[in-house]
C-alpha cells in the first residue's frame, strides 16, 4: 500500500458516527494532528497525484501542517490531490473555513458541492460553558456518540447523550467521553435546546 493510500484509510478510520443524526459523521478534534504530522505529509507528498514540483514539496508539507491539514485531509477523501497548490495560492486554508460553493466553485467547480458539504465532518460542533443560548448551523455536527431517548411529551424529548470529549469544555480535561440530559422543546417547530450534566455530578451546565 502506498504512503498516499495507506493516510487515506488512517483517516476513513478517524472517523466517528455521530448519533441521532443518519448519515453523518465526523472527525474528532485533534485526530488530524495526530495523522498529519509534517513528516507524514512530506512523504505522501511525493505522490504523482499532487503534481507538487520537487523544489516545492517541503514548504508544501509546512504549509499544510501549519496552515492546511483540514483542506488537506478533505482533498483526500474526494481525491481532489492535483488541487492542493490551487488551495495554497488562493489561501483558501483551515483559516478560510467554511467556504461557501460560490467560493468554491472558482476553483474547483466540478467538486464545489462536495466539498461545501464534507468540510462540515472536520467542524463538529464544540459545546462550550458559559451563559448564552448558542445557535447551531443546520450543517454543524453535533459530536454525539450516543443519544437515547429517555422521556418527553407533547412539547418535548428528552435525551441522555453521550459528548466527544474532544468537543466539550463544560467538563475540563475530562479523560473520556461526557454523558448528558438533552432537551428539545417543540411548538410545532424546535424552538431551542439544553443540554445538563447528568445527576450526581456537577450541577447542570447550558448548552445552548
Not at 494532528?33 to 499532487?50: K, M
Not at 450534566?197 to 450541577?203: A, E, H, M, S
Amino acid at each position: 500500500m502506498s504512503p498516499l493510500a495507506e493516510m487515506k484509510v488512517r483517516l476513513q478510520r478517524a472517523r466517528v458516527s455521530a448519533a441521532g443524526q443518519p448519515l453523518r459523521e465526523f472527525v474528532p478534534d485533534g485526530c488530524l494532528q495526530q495523522i498529519l504530522t509534517a513528516e507524514a505529509v512530506l512523504s505522501v507528498l511525493a505522490d504523482s497525484s499532487f503534481h507538487i514540483p520537487s523544489h516545492k514539496v517541503e514548504n508544501t508539507a509546512q504549509i499544510v501542517a501549519s496552515e492546511g491539514r483540514i483542506v488537506f485531509a478533505l482533498l483526500l477523501d474526494l481525491s481532489l490531490e492535483r488541487e492542493l497548490g490551487r488551495f495554497i495560492e488562493y489561501d483558501c486554508l483551515d483559516h478560510a473555513l467554511p467556504l461557501h460553493k460560490s467560493q468554491l466553485e472558482e476553483f474547483i467547480p466540478q467538486a464545489a458541492g462536495n466539498f461545501a458539504k464534507c468540510q462540515w465532518d472536520y467542524r463538529a460542533y464544540r459545546f462550550r460553558k458559559g451563559q448564552y443560548h448558542r445557535k447551531v448551523r443546520d450543517e454543524e455536527i453535533l459530536p454525539y456518540m450516543e443519544q437515547k431517548r429517555i422521556g418527553g411529551g407533547g412539547f418535548s424529548s428528552i435525551y441522555r447523550v453521550l459528548i466527544h470529549p474532544d468537543h466539550q469544555n463544560i467538563i475540563p480535561d475530562s479523560p473520556s467521553s461526557v454523558r448528558f440530559m438533552r432537551s428539545r422543546l417543540f411548538t410545532g417547530a424546535m424552538l431551542t435546546s439544553y443540554a445538563g450534566r447528568l445527576p450526581g455530578t456537577q450541577r447542570d451546565s447550558r448548552l445552548w
